[in-house]
């Protein structure tokens, strides 16, 4: 099982639209959680942190499902700009470094 | 406020030619420093992270290597590209504090982009 599993898409929503992704992770011991967004040829950029009781940040919302291992990201009122690589992120509780584990992402077009 | 520099921004080498980008942050003492490689259409790997100058993880085997000189500065080699090696290299900072999420946040580089012919 991957360590942090995310549905790839292409996920192809009109402008306006309301899309949901989500993610899955193997570790029960994380404690940190993330999304980031990833465009095209470009370095991933911190989008949210992601915190037990959920958090938003206008049109994001992030949830975390600790018992099944779970996190979302809400994206409401999708805009062109929106169009990305959406990186669900995990820590890896393991010796010294604090590590992060990326999943492979997933994608987003808006479209007009 | 920190940033985080890469260099060179692309990179075209032949297989068996040597390697060497360079890292560089400011803003910051002390930071933990990863590098990541992103081949086409997959996921980030980390490749070697660093918690202080000279102390060097390796996550994966390969024929890459990393030093620390300096606190902000690191530097991703090789001795002999393969052409495995292609893809996109990035380099990340986290401050060096103890636990939670803002802890934890790493903030990335630019990155270069290898292509080994």
């Known amino acids: 099982r991957k360590e942090v599993e995310q549905d790839p898409g292409p996920f192809n929503v009109p402008e306006g639209a309301t899309v949901a992704f989500n993610c899955t992770y193997s570790?029960?011991?994380?404690?940190?959680f993330f999304w980031y967004r990833q465009d095209c040829r470009k370095e991933p950029k911190l989008l949210m942190s992601?915190?037990?009781s959920g958090n938003e940040d206008g049109r994001f919302t992030a949830q975390l499902n600790r018992a099944s291992q779970y996190i979302s990201l809400l994206i409401r009122d999708s805009k062109l700009s929106d169009s990305a690589t959406y990186l669900c992120?995990?820590?890896?509780?393991?010796?010294?470094?604090?590590?992060?584990?990326f999943g492979t992402g997933t994608q987003l077009k808006v479209e007009l | 406020s920190q940033t985080i520099h890469q260099w060179p921004a692309t990179l075209v080498q032949p297989v068996g030619s040597p390697l060497s980008l360079e890292c560089t942050v400011e803003?910051?003492?002390?930071?933990?420093l990863y590098w990541y490689r992103q081949a086409a259409g997959r996921g980030l790997q980390l490749l070697f992270y660093?918690?202080?100058?000279?102390?060097i993880s390796s996550e994966v085997p390969q024929n890459l290597s990393a030093s620390r000189p300096q606190d902000r500065q690191f530097i991703l080699s090789s001795k002999k590209l393969l052409l495995s090696d292609s893809g996109f290299y990035l380099c990340?900072?986290?401050?060096?504090?103890?636990?939670?999420?803002?802890?934890?946040?790493?903030?990335f580089g630019p990155g270069t982009r290898l292509t080994v012919l």
């Open positions: 992120v995990v820590n890896a509780l393991a010796g010294g470094g604090n590590k992060l584990t």
């Open positions: 992601v915190y037990s």
């Open positions: 570790n029960s011991a994380s404690q940190s």
């Open positions: 803003g910051t003492s002390n930071p933990n």
């Open positions: 990340a900072w986290r401050a060096p504090l103890a636990g939670g999420p803002q802890a934890d946040t790493q903030y």
């Open positions: 660093s918690v202080g100058i000279g102390q």
